[in-house]
């Protein structure tokens, strides 16, 4: 590596919400063994975020330019030495530098971790063109189902998992006991919102009336889309009878005791998230919180191989309720098959792997 001078790139960062924040603190805190020379890209709305972390934090990104922007930063930053590290990429990174990279030798080593990639004939083709210029670029995914679609149009590709720290937060020793259904995370369609309410809805026509604890903040978008929208109207014609909302972002110690003595449910959309990972789930995990998901995804993976929770073919509100039936009558159980799964995943998920790789590659 030329020099200790690492450019992570958080295009979205700009509150504690969502997983870029976590991302980037975890690696910070690993980097007292690496003392990179970190410097945090990220939208200018966090002009404060970052004063208390070891780091050079850049307010850069404007929201409504920021696609813009990273080609003039991106141009800057490939014709210093250092490391280019873009923590949550899309396709439009890869061809901005890729098309930089064909016209001048790039003076920084650049990784790329790509979280997930929604395959069309268009972007396919893009990767393939990309592939055919074989650039010095090292591109990393969370999961084995993700690289193997780079792989296949002929990109190099290794499985790196995000980087998280276990809470920090000092959660009660005491005896797991179920109480709650838990939604953790920003209210999206991709996410299976509207199917929580269906959910929801459900339990109490059954007569159940178990208690629901809901987010329903916005997405880093700031705006919810049209199916929320109208889930959200039918949620809040509801009476709130054993029902928790959250409006307002929450501190890090708030939103991971949400995941106390409750099941989580993950019913994303499956062909979203086939070959996606979940931070929440992972939250939920070192929680020891079992999580309710769908089959053939990295969640529902995890949850079947640790019996730590259950993956299911369809979120039909009968079939959900019966999978949250089953885990609460046998919670301890399945808190401590989380517990393991925990155990296991920590290491990793360890942010030293990830600062590791960058230094030795």
Request: hydrophobic share 40%; glycine share 4%; charged share 20%.
């Amino acid at each position: 590596m030329q020099n200790n001078k690492l450019n992570l790139i958080e295009t979205t960062l700009h509150d504690l919400t969502g997983h870029s924040y976590s991302y980037v603190q975890c690696l910070l805190k690993a980097n007292e063994a690496y003392n990179f020379d970190m410097h945090v890209w990220m939208d200018r709305r966090a002009k404060n975020l970052l004063d208390k972390s070891v780091c050079t934090p850049h307010p850069y990104f404007y929201r409504p330019l920021r696609q813009l922007q990273k080609i003039f930063l991106y141009f800057k930053l490939l014709r210093q030495p250092g490391v280019i590290f873009v923590g949550t990429s899309e396709l439009w990174d890869l061809q901005i530098l890729a098309f930089f990279a064909k016209h001048f030798k790039p003076k920084a080593k650049v990784f790329v971790h790509s979280h997930q990639f929604k395959q069309t004939p268009k972007k396919i083709a893009s990767l393939k063109r990309i592939a055919q210029l074989g650039l010095d670029f090292t591109l990393v995914t969370p999961t084995e189902k993700l690289a193997n679609i780079f792989r296949e149009q002929g990109l190099r590709c290794d499985v790196l998992e995000c980087p998280t720290y276990p809470p920090m937060t000092n959660m009660p020793n005491k005896t797991a006991k179920f109480s709650k259904v838990l939604y953790a995370g920003a209210a999206r369609s991709d996410k299976g919102f509207s199917d929580v309410i269906k959910v929801l809805k459900y339990n109490r026509a059954q007569g159940k009336n178990t208690l629901f604890e809901i987010q329903i903040s916005p997405p880093s978008s700031g705006r919810y889309d049209a199916g929320v929208q109208v889930a959200l109207q039918e949620l809040h014609a509801l009476p709130h009878r054993n029902l928790i909302l959250h409006q307002d972002t929450l501190t890090e110690e708030q939103y991971l005791h949400l995941f106390e003595n409750a099941i989580c449910l993950l019913i994303y959309k499956q062909k979203d998230y086939h070959d996606k990972f979940s931070a929440v789930a992972l939250d939920s995990f070192y929680a020891g919180c079992p999580i309710i998901t769908a089959k053939n995804t990295w969640m529902g993976d995890v949850a079947q191989r640790y019996n730590a929770g259950v993956a299911l073919d369809s979120y039909a509100p009968e079939l959900v309720q019966a999978a949250i039936d089953k885990i609460s009558a046998n919670y301890l159980e399945y808190h401590n098959n989380a517990k393991r799964a925990a155990r296991e995943l920590l290491e990793l998920h360890d942010p030293k792997r990830t600062l590791e790789y960058i230094k030795s590659a």
